[in-house]
């Protein structure tokens, strides 16, 4: 069987610095795949990457057995790639239903992007309860459960989330981690940056280590979690 999501030898590179040196990852339909890794790795590049936002320099990106490479970044999330930036990048002076609205831009489904945000509302109720405010007036947390929204309103086969408990309260962090359960759950494949390896990892079917621009470990969510390597450097155990 063909993974969802293959990455094969993939380097990126900001001019002269390579950010990322030749990795290579699958994610498979159904799973909840993170990559964990300390800051400046290049797991942002990385997803940055994917939905075409940036060219690699070299390697192959196959999304569900078709090429990926060099395909713009609009028709990336029509096949079904949605990518939940890191820093959020809502349109603060829209309100929460027009962010919405936005992230389902490629679709003509009227009725089906109703059910959708309402669906948002469902997962999020405080989104729904504030669905005419200006999106800027939201909380930091708050502002990252409408960044998932809005990508999962382009109905994405698999959701790319960078850095979703960034700067949350533990509460905050744990309906975020929560709802990637029950995405899940409902049939979406996740891919999930976190710094935040413990949370990641527990809820992982797999799990990606990476280092200066290369993976350097790699096992199921369980495994990682276990290993004293990652224990000790992102674990913060001695
Ligand atoms: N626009 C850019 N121009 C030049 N270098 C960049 C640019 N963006 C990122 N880099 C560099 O590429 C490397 C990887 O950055 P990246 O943002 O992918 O890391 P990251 O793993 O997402 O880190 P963090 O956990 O801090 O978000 C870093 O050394 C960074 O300084
Ligand atoms: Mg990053």
Redesign the pocket.
């Known amino acids: 069987m063909t993974a969802l999501l293959e990455v094969e030898d993939l380097r990126v590179a900001?001019?002269k610095?390579e950010?990322?040196k030749g990795i290579s990852f699958t994610v498979e339909a159904g799973q909840v795949v993170t990559l964990i890794?300390?800051?400046?790795?290049?797991?942002?590049?990385?997803l940055?990457t994917l939905s075409g936002l940036l060219k690699p320099t070299s390697g192959k990106i196959t999304f569900e057995g078709k090429p990926l490479t060099g395909i713009p970044a609009h028709k990336i999330v029509a096949l079904g790639l949605a990518h939940s930036p890191?820093g959020r990048h809502i349109f603060p002076r829209l309100t929460i239903a027009e962010n919405l609205q936005l992230g389902a831009f490629l679709r003509t489904d009227k009725a089906a992007i109703a059910k959708d945000i309402q669906r948002a509302y469902d997962l999020f109720p405080i989104l729904g309860e504030r669905r005419k405010q200006a999106s800027g007036t939201l909380s930091g947390g708050e502002q990252q459960m409408l960044a998932m929204g809005r990508a999962l309103m382009s109905q994405p086969k698999l959701l790319m989330l960078?850095?979703p408990s960034m700067g949350l309260s533990p509460i905050m962090m744990q309906k975020i981690m929560q709802t990637i359960v029950e995405l899940k759950a409902q049939g979406t494949t996740i891919l999930l940056?976190e710094?935040n390896a413990q949370a990641a990892l527990s809820l992982a079917d797999h799990g990606y280590v990476?280092e200066i621009?290369k993976i350097s470990l790699t096992g199921t969510g369980q495994d990682l979690l276990h290993d004293e390597s990652v224990r000790k450097a992102y674990l913060g155990e001695d």
Do not use: C, F
């Not at 890794?37 to 990385?46: D, F, M, R, S, V």
């Open positions: 900001y001019g610095i950010a990322v890794g300390t800051n400046g790795a290049g797991k942002t590049t990385t940055r890191e960078d850095e940056v710094q990476m621009g």
